[in-house]
Nanobody, 118 residues
Framework: QVQLVESGGGLVQPGGSLRLSCAAS????????MGWYLQAPGKQREFVAAISRRGIKYYGATVKGRFTISRINANTVVLQMLSLKAEDTALYYC?????????????WGQGTQVTVSS
């Protein structure tokens, strides 16, 4: 089993930035990729970004060029979010997958709220 804990959400004005972190514990050796999905009220969960064990990065179309995912160490990833828009407002879930698809996750955190509003 893998446990994931997110941090770094909050309220930010449009055009601002936030940095989300996700720390994994437990059976870390089984993890092939980690990343993020978001879910806005009344909508389906949407892919944001992922990074594989080898460092290959994947991004959703709506965040490409504004968000950057990085791996700090074997069990921690961060999502740097720039130029935030009101439509980025959502609950952001960290996920971890056993592979082979880097953007499909088997484990999920509880989520951290990101609100973009003036």
């Amino acid at each position: 089993q893998v446990q994931l804990v997110e941090s770094g959400g909050g309220l930010v004005q449009p055009g601002g930035s936030l940095r989300l972190s996700c720390a994994a514990s437990g059976s870390i050796a089984s993890i092939d990729s980690m990343g993020w999905y978001l879910q806005a009220p009344g909508k389906q969960r949407e892919f944001v970004a992922a990074i594989s064990r080898r460092g290959i990065k994947y991004y959703g179309a709506t965040v490409k060029g504004r968000f950057t995912i990085s791996r700090i160490n074997a069990n921690t990833v961060v999502l740097q979010m720039l130029s935030l828009k009101a439509e980025d407002t959502a609950l952001y879930y960290c996920g971890a997958g056993r592979g082979p698809a880097a953007t499909e996750f088997d484990y999920w955190g509880q989520g951290t709220q990101v609100t973009v509003s003036s």
